[in-house]
């Protein structure tokens, strides 16, 4: 009889599996457990063969140390800061990320909310609906032209890249800051370089994120930072929810520093109700109610988007199950 594989999805999808079953059906069962912590998979992926994870939950080397034979952790998604890297590659196991499923709809969803924002869309939207008046453009003042406002974007990456050109074609002065990313990208993109944090917060009208959470990005954009923003900016994040200290936004919105802030993901999903950021959105009486916009990390989402990433996770889990190559390895393990 022939070995039929174990392939375990954790977390997010929760339905008949049909892409998966699709490209795995011949070699493997695929079970989804559809959890929400890692604690309720315990007993249930010792004896997977490939693990597919999504953003719910993390998998930390306790987990990785209880799996008897997997052959691939598949993160599905670009960031893989929720899945213990070294612990993987101590037990050699192969971890993989999705890094391009989504890159368009991440962009434009920046793009979508800097003009939400600076064009005075939501604020508009939101005063008038509460019934506060004049119906009137005066809601919104002062608004400025684009053109020539300066984009800063940080980490050049697939998203960062794309949401610089979308940026670029509004006519704005688009510039990047990341140390990891060779020279000559700024020649070739038509966009200007910064090699100095500081220097980069100093010209952002609106500072755009699109990092990795790392100890080197962590709160990265903190009060210290948002300081030395000019006031009446605005600030994007799309990237992960730590790199910006929540808090410090409440205060810069409230100040005037930051016209507004346009927020995808947060430090912790759902967020608790004691979130500063959650609680002053929540709060008609404060400022944050109409100049942030929250969305619930669902920059990536778009039918299309979803279905690439389930296909690209599950050819991934085939590739390993098949020993052949595996894309996208991102800690080393061959």
Not at 22 to 49: C, F, H, K, N, Y
Not at 228 to 251: F, H, K, S, W
Request: proline share 6%.
């Amino acid at each position: 009889m022939t070995h039929r594989f174990h392939v375990v999805i954790t977390d997010f999808i929760n339905d008949e599996l049909q892409p998966e079953k699709d490209i795995l059906g011949e070699l493997s069962d695929v079970v989804a457990l559809d959890a929400m912590s890692e604690e309720q998979l315990s007993g249930r992926i010792e004896t997977a063969d490939a693990l597919l994870v999504y953003h719910n939950l993390g998998i930390s080397r306790r987990s990785i140390e209880r799996l008897g034979g997997c052959r691939l952790i598949v993160r599905c998604g670009v960031g893989y800061n929720n899945i213990d890297c070294l612990a993987a590659r101590e037990r050699g196991i192969p971890v993989a990320n999705v890094p391009d499923y989504g890159s368009e709809e991440v962009a434009d969803s920046a793009l979508g909310m800097m003009l939400a924002l600076s064009r005075g869309i939501a604020l508009y939207n939101s005063r008038l609906r509460d019934g506060i008046e004049p119906w009137f453009y005066t809601q919104a003042v002062p608004l400025r032209r684009l053109r020539g406002r300066t984009f800063a974007v940080v980490g050049l990456g697939r998203i960062g890249t794309a949401a610089a050109l979308r940026a670029k074609a509004l006519g704005m002065d688009v510039v990047f800051y990341d140390p990891y990313r060779p020279d000559g990208y700024d020649k070739a993109l038509g966009i200007r370089r910064e090699t100095r944090w500081d220097a980069l917060l100093a010209q952002a009208y609106v500072l755009s994120l699109h990092c990795p959470l790392t100890d080197e990005t962590r709160h990265m954009v903190d009060r210290a930072a948002l300081a030395q923003m000019p006031a009446g900016g605005y600030l994007i994040n799309t990237a992960r929810g730590g790199i910006v200290d929540g808090a410090a936004v409440v205060e810069a919105v409230e100040s005037g520093r930051l016209a507004g802030a346009g927020i995808d993901v947060l430090e912790k999903e759902p967020p608790p109700p004691d979130d500063p950021l959650v609680q002053a959105w929540r709060n008609p009486r404060h400022p944050a109610y109409h100049r942030v916009l929250l969305n619930p990390h669902a920059a990536f989402y778009s039918e299309e988007a979803l279905g690439e990433m389930r296909t690209k996770g599950a050819l991934a889990a085939r590739c390993a199950l098949r020993g052949e190559p595996i894309p996208n390895v991102v800690n080393g393990v061959t």
